[in-house]
T-cell receptor, first 109, second 113 residues
Framework: RKEVEQDPGPFNVPEGATVAFNCTYS??????FFWYRQDCRKEPKLLMS???SGNEDGRFTAQLNRASQYISLLIRDSKLSDSATYLC??????????FGAGTTVTVRA | EAGVTQFPSHSVIEKGQTVTLRCDPI?????LYWYRRVMGKEIKFLLH????????ESGMPNNRFLAERTGGTYSTLKVQPAELEDSGVYFC???????????FGEGSRLTVL
């Protein structure tokens, strides 16, 4: 079983739409959680950390459900520039990060 | 401030040859990581340096891979001899503290023919 599983998508949405997707993780001892964004053939970049109480950063909202071991990301008012692959990332009590394979989002005009 | 830089951006070699990848982390970042993405798979951890010390190399695939970080600045990852399954994108990342807040380089794409 993979440590982090994501729906690969793609999610094709029009500008202005809301898109949401989840990931699940297998290690119940995981301590911290993140969403990274990766543009085609570029490096991953930290989008936001995910806190237990849920958190928002502009149009992006992240939620964590420890009981069910899943993390979600919601993007409101989608922009063309939001088109990317979103990587769900989980960290145990060490310095190793476990990455999901990514969810591809395409925002169309 | 310069980000994490990696060289070369792309390397094409034949099976059995040797390749050395280099990473220059962000200045002042003690933590340096190597990750790898094989085509169609997720990004996987290879190893972690704190300054010049290897903290965790549990992700290194086998003894054909050797990473160094002499002097605690730049790091090299050598693959010798390269095999076909070593093809992929090798990412270097650095951080000041938090293990989840990494700054990645653009990666070195390795193709082994």
């Amino acid at each position: 079983r993979k440590e982090v599983e994501q729906d690969p998508g793609p999610f094709n949405v029009p500008e202005g739409a809301t898109v949401a997707f989840n990931c699940t993780y297998s290690n119940s001892a995981s301590q911290s959680f993140f969403w990274y964004r990766q543009d085609c053939r570029k490096e991953p970049k930290l989008l936001m950390s995910v806190y237990s109480s849920g958190n928002e950063d502009g149009r992006f909202t992240a939620q964590l459900n420890r009981a069910s071991q899943y993390i979600s990301l919601l993007i409101r008012d989608s922009k063309l520039s939001d088109s990317a692959t979103y990587l769900c990332v989980v960290n145990g009590n060490d310095y190793k990060l476990s990455f999901g394979a990514g969810t591809t989002v395409t925002v169309r005009a | 401030e310069a980000g994490v830089t990696q060289f070369p951006s792309h390397s094409v070699i034949e099976k059995g040859q040797t390749v050395t990848l280099r990473c220059d982390p962000i200045s002042g970042h003690d933590n340096l990581y190597w990750y790898r993405r094989v085509m169609g798979k997720e990004i996987k951890f290879l190893l972690h340096f704190v300054k010049e010390s290897k903290q965790d190399e549990s992700g290194m695939p086998n003894n054909r891979f050797l990473a160094e970080r002499t002097g605690g600045t730049y790091s090299t990852l050598k693959v010798q001899p390269a095999e076909l399954e070593d093809s992929g994108v090798y990412f270097c990342a650095s951080s000041h503290g938090s293990p989840g807040e990494l700054f990645f380089g653009e990666g070195s794409r390795l193709t082994v023919l």
